[in-house]
T-cell receptor
C-alpha cells in the first residue's frame, strides 16, 4: 500500500519560532490533507491541498504532487500550536485516508 | 464543534465484553468513516458507509462491525474485546463518498476513548 512518511517525528520550538514539517508519499494521490491533533485528542482539518499552496493565518501548506511531497509551515509559533500534525493521503479519490505517523510538536514559552 | 457527534466520549469495559460506539454525521453528509487510533498502529481506516450502505472496508477485525441507519447516524460494534482494542475511535463524515471525493475533505468527531481492562 501507499507509504506516508513524515519528518521530523518530534520537534521542540521556542514560542515565536518558525518551522517546516514534511510529508513524503510513495504514489500519486488524489487528495492530501493536513490535520492537527490537539492535546485533548481532537483532530482538526487544517488544509485540503492535493497540489499548490494555501495559507490560513500563521499556517501555510504546499504540495508538489509531481515530486510526491507536501510541506506544512508554522510561522511565529504559539503554545497552542502544540500537538501532533498528521498528513493523510487519499489514493483513489474516495476519501479513505492513509495517515502518516505524525509530527509531534511542542512549543515552549 | 465540528458538527460530527460521537458518544460516549469515554468508555471503560472488561475483556470479553461488547460495546457500541455511536456517531452522528455533520448535517447533509452522506458518508461516515470509522478510524482507530492506537499507539502501535497509528491512525487506521476501519470502514466506510455511504447513505446506508457499506462502501469500503479497511483494517477492521471480524469481531468488529458497523452499520449506518436511515437517519444516517452510524454505530460501530466491538465484541469479544481484548486489551489490544484499547484505542481512540474516530468517526468522520463527508458530503460525498464515491469517486471524485469531497472538495473540502472531511470532518472528524471528537472520538471515543475505549479502555479495555
Amino acid at each position: 500500500g501507499i507509504q506516508v512518511e513524515q519528518s521530523p517525528p518530534d520537534l521542540i520550538l521556542q514560542e515565536g519560532a518558525n518551522s517546516t514539517l514534511r510529508c513524503n508519499f510513495s504514489d500519486s494521490v488524489n487528495n492530501l490533507q493536513w490535520f492537527h491533533q490537539n492535546p485533548w485528542g481532537q483532530l482538526i482539518n487544517l488544509f485540503y491541498i492535493p497540489s499548490g499552496t494555501k495559507q490560513n493565518g500563521r499556517l501555510s501548506a504546499t504540495t508538489v504532487a509531481t515530486e510526491r511531497y507536501s510541506l506544512l509551515y508554522i510561522s511565529s509559533s504559539q503554545t497552542t500550536d502544540s500537538g501532533v500534525y498528521f498528513c493523510a493521503v487519499d489514493l483513489y479519490g474516495n476519501n479513505r485516508l492513509a495517515f502518516g505517523k505524525g509530527n509531534q510538536v511542542v512549543v515552549i514559552p | 464543534d465540528s458538527g460530527v457527534t460521537q458518544t460516549p466520549k469515554h468508555l471503560i469495559t472488561a475483556t470479553g465484553q461488547r460495546v457500541t460506539l455511536r456517531c452522528s454525521p455533520r448535517s447533509g453528509d452522506l458518508s461516515v468513516y470509522w478510524y482507530q487510533q492506537s499507539l502501535d498502529q497509528g491512525l487506521q481506516f476501519l470502514i466506510q458507509y455511504y447513505n446506508g450502505e457499506e462502501r469500503a472496508k479497511g483494517n477492521i477485525l471480524e469481531r468488529f462491525s458497523a452499520q449506518q441507519f436511515p437517519d444516517l447516524h452510524s454505530e460501530l460494534n466491538l465484541s469479544s474485546l481484548e486489551l489490544g482494542d484499547s484505542a481512540l475511535y474516530f468517526c468522520a463524515s463527508s458530503a460525498s463518498g464515491g469517486q471524485g471525493g469531497s472538495v473540502y475533505g472531511y470532518t472528524f468527531g471528537s472520538g471515543t476513548r475505549l479502555t479495555v481492562v
